[in-house]
């Protein structure tokens, strides 16, 4: 089932859907925030449901060794590389100019990051966005000086613009009158993932390809640090989903990790990031389609997830299951 067909028919927030190796007893539900106590191992948390596999990755990656950053990143390298993700890597839907362009981020625990951002031509920008962080001194490469690095060191130069991603573009020329689309439930599938060790250690990884039919050379939250994602170990993590527009202008995930940092829980730091969204820009509650959501998890394993309207989903390993689950939203 597709995600955008799935969050239709989802018709209760906090309704969970087992995906993993252990199963909930028929009928059960897990509300946003209420997940059974950390009993240790592995903590998987990501935006929307993007499949089973996705968490799979980060968890093989640890058990075989590898680190948090190798955890991340294998696990959104799936979705960045699946043509029938229509906002994430290949097969994205492109700019106003018709062009594909990406925008990625990864950060440790420790606070060391690296992003790319209006990157063209290679699939796994989250790799890029990696090697920025482990190579050089910076932490953001933009445009052709990232496609430069990228080429650099090996990555292959690729049409991103798929035949689907293609024909949908040039049916939206025919009405658009050149205006970027609307982020909502249809357009929002930026992948935002938070991985924790058995130990309480951290990493996050957050990619797109960004808002539909944007104007060329836009960037939306994903690859900014402290916007699309944050990730301190002595507190905790988040990311975000939405109009990235939203989460740039109150800097979404630092806030909600510093709120965390003084003692609110996960799901009361999303609730208040979304709160001063809209208090800050009005406008934004006054737009019925708005959509804009976070999920966050502390240093104990404890998470949370909130979306302003409903719809967020988002996807939960824990304790050796996975659920995908309907977030609470914040106008009622």
Request: with cysteine; charged share 20%; hydrophobic share 40%.
């Amino acid at each position: 089932m597709k995600r955008r067909t799935f969050i239709k028919s989802a018709s209760l927030a906090g309704a969970a859907t087992v995906i993993g190796t252990k199963a909930l007893s028929e009928g059960s539900k897990v509300l946003a925030g209420a997940a059974p106590a950390w009993q240790g191992g592995p903590v998987v948390l990501s935006t929307w449901d993007f499949g089973q596999e996705v968490p799979q990755a980060a968890v093989e990656a640890l058990a075989k060794g590898g680190s948090l950053i190798d955890a991340v990143e294998s696990a959104v390298m799936i979705p960045e590389a699946d043509p029938k993700v229509t906002s994430v890597g290949y097969g994205g839907y492109p700019d106003r100019e018709g062009h594909v362009t990406l925008d990625s981020c990864i950060m440790d625990g420790n606070g060391n990051c690296g992003s790319v951002v209006f990157l063209e031509h290679i699939k796994h920008p989250i790799s890029v966005a990696r090697l920025v962080m482990e190579k050089t001194q910076h932490v953001m490469l933009a445009g052709d000086g990232a496609l430069q690095f990228a080429l650099e060191h090996g990555f292959k130069k690729e049409n991103l613009l798929t035949k689907e991603a293609e024909a949908a573009y040039k049916e939206w020329l025919k009405t658009s009158k050149y205006m970027p689309a609307v982020i909502d439930k249809s357009n929002h599938d930026t992948i935002g993932l938070l991985a924790m060790d058995g130990k309480g250690a951290m990493a996050g990884a957050c990619t797109t390809s960004g808002m539909a039919w944007k104007i060329r050379g836009r960037v939306g939250d994903s690859p900014i640090i402290g916007a699309g994602l944050y990730v301190d170990s002595d507190v905790g993590g988040a990311t975000a989903t939405g109009l990235g527009e939203a989460v740039i202008k109150v800097a979404g995930s630092f806030l909600i990790v510093e709120l965390m940092r003084n003692g609110k829980s996960p799901q009361e730091a999303c609730k208040i990031a979304l709160e001063r969204i809209v208090h800050k820009q009005p406008h934004y509650a006054a737009d019925k389609g708005f959509l804009a959501g976070f999920v966050a998890m502390n240093k104990d394993g404890e998470v949370g997830a909130m979306s302003y309207g409903r719809g967020l989903q988002y996807t939960l390993h824990k304790d050796g299951v996975t659920r995908v689950i309907a977030a609470d939203f914040l106008a009622k």
